[in-house]
């Protein structure tokens, strides 16, 4: 396992509201599924959904088996909470840290089983493609040495791309690092332009953008203006409980009306309750200088979340053979044009596992590679920095997210996608010359060339959805157009489009 910094960093740590699953009397695989669909805005893949919906169920029960504590009710139950866009009460939590005590879990799980071999703050930077198929990855650490893990079955399993925004719930490690590999090993991409921002992030001068979750809302906080008047029913029938994107843009168009901040409220809430329940928002919150309970607490949009990615099939096989990803990285079809709340650490769950099962399965069938190392604690070999030119890609971090925020980002036009494309087709034609030529990069260098390619292919798929569908919102194109655009959008390094 190479992981980019600490093991347990990585979104799935932070998500903070839950796992939704069909847990119940008044649920059914059918009412999540139709949840998922209406979220997805009509271009879900709906064999995705079911295999998500209907083996979720049993793969939170092995979690809970396994012993992860998730909240009970008075019965002994699972407490279940409602999230946006969810027709009923589903989401399994604990407290406001489900993500972390999933991950804890798992953890707990594979070290006894398989007790694996961890290599820590190693940046994975390129797929070791030979004859056709995935032979493993190659790697940098942060003091340049560059190496080479071979496996018989490679899984991308990154997560997203937040940090190519100015504006991000993300953690720093999720820059788009398996999207960029892959599109450069020649496997298909898709589905780029869906970018989910979240509606309530923590909107404070000098403090982080910390993610204020649905549950929230789900408990009954409210949005409010300025004035402590409530906004989301003139944007949207579901309110305060729309569909994430329709919340973002709604919350954008009240600051751009009333040119003053908007608020999160649980002033109307008993205040050891909204404590008791979420503990790690009200300790972010009181570092901000804010009393969850009591305060209004300033939220704005920020970037969430990825709907695209690598394409694969609902085994997590990408387009390259013995290549595999799952999770955020990954796309299935599954979320459509926007993702339910809460179906994230979901689609982890079953579409992770079922990765690990295919991944098992396709080397069950092959014999050994004769490169193949015995010793399995060889397989991962680093060697001293190479003497090739080093340089640095020709934009810089800081420039693409900020290029990303304002011309790719909650709002899109024609004009703004064409500049961001041509700034970045610019920088990525140098940066493919150089690595042609046989230059390297720094291992701050290798993570810039990442973020600027997942930047350079989201602006690119902006560019082409002449329509506005989901976390997709163009504003020369406002309408939904299923007539054009009812369609996935795929590109490979070899066709760029």
Known sequence: MLTKADPREGSTGYAQGGIAAAFGPDDSVD????????AGDGLCDEPAVRVLVSEGVRYVQELIDWGAAFDRDASGRPALAREGAHSVRRVLHAHDATGREIGRALWRKASAVAAPRVL???LAVEAVVEDGRCAGIRFVTPDGREGVARARATLLATGGAGQVYRETTNPTVAAGDGVSIAFGAGARV???EFVQFHPTALSVPGAPRFLLSEALRGEGARLVNADGEGFMAREDPGGDLAPRDRVARGIAREVLRTGRPVYLTLQHLDPAFVHERFPEISSACRHAGLDLARDRIPVGPAAHYMMGGVWTDLSGRTSIRDLFAAGEVACTGVHGANRLASNSLLEGLVFGGRAGDAMRDAVARRRRP????????AAAVVCPPPNGTKREPAIDAASVKDLMWRLAGLFRDQAGTEEAVTVLDSAWNQLRDHRRSGGG???QGWQTANLMTIARLIARAAR??????????RTDFPARDD???????????ETEG
């Open 31 to 38: 009412l999540h599924v139709a949840d998922t669909l209406n």
């Open 120 to 122: 820590e703050h190693a």
């Open 190 to 192: 898709g589905d780029l």
């Open 370 to 377: 004769s490169d193949w190392p015995a010793d399995a604690s």
């Open 441 to 443: 990069f720094t291992a």
């Open 464 to 473: 082409r959805r002449q329509e506005s569908r989901g976390g997709h919102y």
């Open 483 to 493: 007539l054009h655009w009812k369609t996935h959008i795929f590109e490979t390094i």
